[in-house]
């Protein structure tokens, strides 16, 4: 004869208890990982803004990440490339899809400190960038959730899950910081300073002519 163990229906009740208390604990410690995730790699990025601040440039860093693991990292160029597509999450976007050998981003996610622009927002729409995480709003030129809201644009044929307000404070300051250091600083006529950078390049091509002969 086969004797049952007898169960008290408190001790079902303290068990379902526990069990719902340690799916809620679960819970918590999973997502405080997955925050902590996402600021690891936007602390990444803003190491990549550093870069830019140091060589006076819009302190803007942006990182790339595949299966846990960077592939590319970038911060924006503008002023020292001349060129106004230079942007970090653009440049980071044509070195990840250097790396991969594809156009498509779709298994990888972008950290950048700064809301995208229009331009930076269309190459994340253009290259399928899987998850877009970004560090402070732009309310002059953001076109992610300021000037422009992507979600509304329903017939867009890709939207990428956009978290924001990561690190915002950090990623704030280190433009606020940046922009209050330069207003101190005398303006800068922009034909004598593009006459300046013209002198600077024909008296480095010069060097190196003279280095080769
Ligand atoms: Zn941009």
New binding site residues.
Partial sequence: MVQQACIEPGQVRKEAAIKTSACVYHFIYMKEKIVKNHEYYMRLALKEAEKARMIDEVPVGAVIVQDGKVIARAHNLKEKNKQAYA?A??LAIQKASKKLGTWCLDDCDLYVTLE??M??TGAIILSRVRNLYYGTKDPKGGAVDSLIQIKQISHLNHHPAVVSEILQPECSRILTDFFREKRKRPKRDPASFRKSAMLKETADTENKNDQNT
């Fill in positions: 942007h999450e653009f995208p622009c331009m930076c």
